[in-house]
């Protein structure tokens, strides 16, 4: 091609066997990632996603090891990112010692690490035009097939086996879900669009154009707001980078590709504006402007939702707004959050409820998880990157890496937005190209940083590189970071490298396989096999003993056979990993059952708040009111009774109970009124007979009452 290498090709010569091997891995993330899928598990398609990305980073932290090893040197090249990026992986590790739920936070953990890691990979060992070519490109060809099949997907032309897919118009391509499908194509699509404006050979830009057409129209068949929103704001900005590199001689070089842009956009006001047949009812225009139009706003339920997440979470963050949380703990949280959120004002009769275990906000939760310090630290980043990404624009005079890191931060940007309506920093595919964004990056940015720092923080300058014959020479020069203590055992590293690497690929296997028998266990189940599903569901925890829905599902199997205390032990174990909505109110009536009140009154009121009909509160608060009426404490009774025929005035059983807490309370007159209730509304119920013998008891209690009176009066 023509642009130059990016460092001079002396200088990083004969590349070692370990970081060609990196380089393989690294393509192998683009490919393999956003393909990877096993529509048989209950999760749909991240699980072998967050696999293969977790294999396949330890994998090149292995290779970098090795080539530390072979060079004898323990270095890390210095970018402005090193810094913060460190600290936010600290952030994280410390951030388990004060978790309210730490084995979540452990299980959270390397879908965390996998992308700052990444970062130091990429900017560790690609160093060369070809090598980053080869990775964007195989990024952008990867993507393009994808948008195909989107395209396909939105037309019906599928695979057989996908079932019940989450999603609008099943266009999800292999995500199980269309946002994260959305979330996926917003990263390299403002690259392709970059380098369409910036490469110079023609059959590049017809392929790229081709790209660009796929990915945009698969976008847009997803009909994903805050993604659509993301790429619209990503366009401005990379034109706005571009206009500020090259000044208005940028537009006037492509002048008629605006003009033809302009004209579509002309177009695309008069398809949506003016009734014509392409936007009729059914069509993708309609379908696009009822998504975006104001009143579909105001209306859409999926806004109103988000709108009582990020209520709740806020809650959340007030009660740990330093330190968080913990990792992870969100998922943990939701739910006890959600009820607190709905107990404040109308809030449950604005909001529909919902289980989330995502904030639909990657500021909130990050702040919620990890405080405003973990939050901190990740606008640093930011802040960092893309100021040292307008450094490199103004020095780098090649107009085609300047294209690479406009695109590259067009992705980025495309990200943050997105990032503050959905959750694209926790789905596979997106993090393995944000951090891979930020690495290529620097890395072309590395032409005027050639610096290395060891890990006790000082400086190598390199002005005469390593050669294959003097390699020897060079490392026991004394600029070298060499500690011959060290790398006197090099077969001995080698050795621990390569145990350290294998116990976290088993560390990260683990709960995968988990997932595994816990979908066969829930097949099983469903058949009724439930001996099958036991061996299952047991199987599931030798490999992963923290799957809280496992412990679940076990106590309602023994539950259903009747053997109460180790349904107890099962559902307790439960809640130690998972917040399930049914979890409280079944150890709420176990607790009955085994006469521990006081503790089965604790679960039943969260219980009632967990629900999420308010109709279905009422069962739960008359159960609340008789055994508060057990404990003798009736006014606690008389309240639960009443909020009760708040929400059903007609609820037979709550003004029976209500009657029987007025009559402890001595308060006959109230009684009698809701005996008398009882009696209008069922009046051929057991209810209405025990009501009716009250009444006639309380009548003739009142008429003896008046004779003895007269016979003690003069």
Same mark, same amino acid.
């Given at each position: 091609?023509?642009?130059?290498?990016?460092?001079?090709?002396?200088?990083?010569?004969?590349?070692?066997?370990?970081?060609?091997?990196?380089?393989?891995?690294?393509?192998?993330?683009?490919?393999?990632?956003?393909?990877?899928?096993?529509?048989?598990?209950?999760?749909?398609?991240?699980?072998?996603?967050?696999?293969?990305?977790?294999?396949?980073?330890?994998?090149?932290?292995?290779?970098?090891?090795?080539?530390?090893?072979?060079?004898?040197?323990?270095?890390?090249?210095?970018?402005?990112?090193?810094?913060?990026?460190?600290?936010?992986?600290?952030?994280?590790?410390?951030?388990?010692?004060?978790?309210?739920?730490?084995?979540?936070?452990?299980?959270?953990?390397?879908?965390?690490?996998?992308?700052?890691?990444?970062?130091?990979?990429?900017?560790?060992?690609?160093?060369?035009?070809?090598?980053?070519?080869?990775?964007?490109?195989?990024?952008?060809?990867?993507?393009?097939?994808?948008?195909?099949?989107?395209?396909?997907?939105?037309?019906?032309?599928?695979?057989?086996?996908?079932?019940?897919?989450?999603?609008?118009?099943?266009?999800?391509?292999?995500?199980?879900?269309?946002?994260?499908?959305?979330?996926?194509?917003?990263?390299?699509?403002?690259?392709?669009?970059?380098?369409?404006?910036?490469?110079?050979?023609?059959?590049?830009?017809?392929?790229?154009?081709?790209?660009?057409?796929?990915?945009?129209?698969?976008?847009?068949?997803?009909?994903?707001?805050?993604?659509?929103?993301?790429?619209?704001?990503?366009?401005?900005?990379?034109?706005?980078?571009?206009?500020?590199?090259?000044?208005?001689?940028?537009?006037?070089?492509?002048?008629?590709?605006?003009?033809?842009?302009?004209?579509?956009?002309?177009?695309?006001?008069?398809?949506?504006?003016?009734?014509?047949?392409?936007?009729?009812?059914?069509?993708?225009?309609?379908?696009?402007?009822?998504?975006?139009?104001?009143?579909?706003?105001?209306?859409?339920?999926?806004?109103?939702?988000?709108?009582?997440?990020?209520?709740?979470?806020?809650?959340?963050?007030?009660?740990?707004?330093?330190?968080?949380?913990?990792?992870?703990?969100?998922?943990?949280?939701?739910?006890?959050?959600?009820?607190?959120?709905?107990?404040?004002?109308?809030?449950?009769?604005?909001?529909?409820?919902?289980?989330?275990?995502?904030?639909?906000?990657?500021?909130?939760?990050?702040?919620?998880?990890?405080?405003?310090?973990?939050?901190?630290?990740?606008?640093?980043?930011?802040?960092?990157?893309?100021?040292?990404?307008?450094?490199?624009?103004?020095?780098?005079?090649?107009?085609?890496?300047?294209?690479?890191?406009?695109?590259?931060?067009?992705?980025?940007?495309?990200?943050?937005?997105?990032?503050?309506?959905?959750?694209?920093?926790?789905?596979?595919?997106?993090?393995?190209?944000?951090?891979?964004?930020?690495?290529?990056?620097?890395?072309?940015?590395?032409?005027?940083?050639?610096?290395?720092?060891?890990?006790?923080?000082?400086?190598?300058?390199?002005?005469?590189?390593?050669?294959?014959?003097?390699?020897?020479?060079?490392?026991?020069?004394?600029?070298?970071?060499?500690?011959?203590?060290?790398?006197?055992?090099?077969?001995?590293?080698?050795?621990?490298?390569?145990?350290?690497?294998?116990?976290?690929?088993?560390?990260?296997?683990?709960?995968?396989?988990?997932?595994? @028998?816990?979908? =066969? *266990?829930?097949?099983?189940?469903? !058949?009724?096999? &439930? %001996?099958?599903?036991?061996? $299952? /569901?047991?199987? #599931?925890?030798?490999?992963?003993?923290?799957?809280?829905?496992? @412990?679940?599902? =076990? *106590?309602?199997?023994?539950?259903? !056979?009747?053997? &109460? %205390?180790?349904?107890?032990? $099962? /559902?307790?174990? #439960?809640?130690?990993?998972?917040?399930?909505?049914?979890?409280?109110?079944?150890?709420?009536?176990?607790?009955?059952?085994?006469?521990?009140?006081?503790?089965?009154?604790?679960?039943?009121?969260?219980?009632?708040?967990?629900?999420?009909?308010?109709?279905?509160?009422?069962?739960?608060?008359?159960?609340?009111?008789?055994?508060?009426?057990?404990?003798?404490?009736?006014?606690?009774?008389?309240?639960?009774?009443?909020?009760?025929?708040?929400?059903?005035?007609?609820?037979?059983?709550?003004?029976?109970?209500?009657?029987?807490?007025?009559?402890?309370?001595?308060?006959?007159?109230?009684?009698?009124?809701?005996?008398?209730?009882?009696?209008?509304?069922?009046?051929?119920?057991?209810?209405?007979?025990?009501?009716?013998?009250?009444?006639?008891?309380?009548?003739?209690?009142?008429?003896?009452?008046?004779?003895?009176?007269?016979?003690?009066?003069?």
């Amino acid at each position: 091609m023509e642009q130059k290498e990016i460092i001079s090709s002396h200088i990083f010569s004969g590349k070692s066997i370990y970081t060609k091997a990196i380089e393989v891995i690294i393509i192998a993330l683009l490919i393999l990632i956003p393909i990877a899928f096993y529509p048989y598990l209950l999760r749909i398609f991240n699980p072998p996603k967050e696999l293969i990305f977790n294999f396949l980073v330890i994998a090149g932290l292995m290779f970098w090891g090795f080539k530390m090893v072979d060079e004898e040197k323990i270095k890390v090249i210095s970018t402005p990112l090193n810094l913060p990026i460190f600290a936010f992986i600290i952030i994280g590790l410390l951030s388990l010692l004060w978790s309210n739920s730490p084995k979540v936070s452990l299980l959270e953990l390397p879908l965390f690490l996998v992308g700052p890691l990444l970062f130091f990979i990429v900017a560790n060992n690609i160093s060369e035009e070809r090598q980053i070519n080869c990775l964007l490109y195989t990024a952008l060809i990867v993507s393009s097939i994808l948008g195909v099949y989107g395209i396909l997907q939105y037309n019906g032309i599928d695979f057989y086996f996908w079932k019940a897919n989450i999603g609008r118009h099943m266009v999800f391509g292999l995500f199980g879900n269309v946002n994260y499908f959305a979330e996926y194509l917003i990263v390299p699509l403002p690259l392709a669009i970059s380098l369409f404006f910036t490469t110079r050979n023609r059959t590049n830009k017809i392929l790229l154009l081709i790209g660009i057409l796929t990915m945009g129209g698969s976008l847009i068949l997803t009909f994903t707001r805050g993604s659509y929103l993301a790429i619209g704001i990503s366009s401005f900005f990379m034109l706005f980078l571009y206009l500020v590199t090259r000044g208005k001689g940028f537009i006037k070089e492509h002048k008629k590709i605006f003009i033809f842009i302009l004209s579509l956009i002309i177009l695309a006001t008069f398809l949506f504006a003016l009734p014509n047949p392409l936007n009729e009812p059914g069509t993708v225009i309609s379908k696009i402007k009822s998504r975006i139009s104001i009143s579909q706003l105001t209306k859409d339920t999926s806004l109103k939702r988000r709108e009582a997440i990020w209520g709740f979470t806020t809650l959340m963050i007030k009660d740990h707004p330093i330190l968080g949380s913990g990792l992870g703990t969100f998922k943990y949280n939701s739910l006890s959050y959600q009820a607190k959120f709905f107990n404040l004002g109308e809030n449950r009769h604005l909001y529909p409820y919902g289980i989330a275990d995502k904030a639909h906000n990657e500021y909130l939760q990050l702040w919620a998880e990890l405080g405003l310090i973990g939050l901190g630290i990740f606008i640093w980043i930011i802040i960092v990157y893309f100021r040292s990404g307008i450094k490199y624009l103004k020095r780098i005079k090649d107009r085609y890496k300047q294209g690479i890191i406009i695109g590259l931060m067009g992705g980025v940007i495309a990200v943050l937005i997105d990032a503050i309506f959905g959750f694209p920093l926790h789905l596979p595919a997106t993090i393995c190209l944000f951090w891979l964004s930020l690495g290529v990056t620097f890395s072309i940015g590395r032409i005027e940083t050639k610096s290395i720092v060891n890990v006790f923080g000082k400086k190598e300058k390199i002005d005469i590189p390593p050669d294959k014959k003097d390699n020897k020479k060079t490392k026991k020069s004394k600029n070298n970071l060499r500690d011959d203590s060290i790398f006197k055992w090099k077969p001995l590293l080698y050795l621990i490298i390569i145990l350290f690497c294998t116990i976290l690929v088993i560390i990260t296997y683990r709960p995968f396989i988990a997932q595994v @028998y816990e979908f =066969l *266990g829930i097949q099983a189940a469903v !058949k009724r096999d &439930y %001996n099958t599903a036991t061996s $299952y /569901f047991h199987l #599931a925890l030798k490999w992963n003993p923290y799957f809280g829905n496992i @412990y679940y599902n =076990l *106590g309602q199997i023994v539950y259903q !056979k009747g053997i &109460y %205390n180790k349904s107890i032990e $099962y /559902f307790e174990k #439960a809640e130690k990993f998972i917040d399930h909505p049914n979890l409280p109110s079944k150890l709420a009536y176990l607790y009955l059952k085994k006469g521990e009140i006081e503790k089965g009154i604790s679960y039943l009121k969260k219980a009632i708040s967990y629900q999420e009909d308010e109709k279905d509160t009422i069962p739960l608060l008359t159960d609340l009111g008789n055994n508060y009426m057990r404990l003798k404490k009736y006014k606690l009774a008389e309240e639960a009774f009443k909020d009760a025929l708040d929400i059903n005035p007609d609820f037979i059983n709550a003004h029976y109970g209500l009657a029987g807490a007025y009559l402890k309370q001595n308060l006959i007159n109230k009684a009698q009124i809701e005996l008398q209730k009882i009696i209008e509304l069922a009046p051929d119920s057991p209810e209405a007979q025990y009501a009716r013998n009250m009444l006639q008891q309380i009548a003739q209690e009142k008429l003896s009452k008046e004779e003895q009176e007269e016979e003690k009066s003069p």
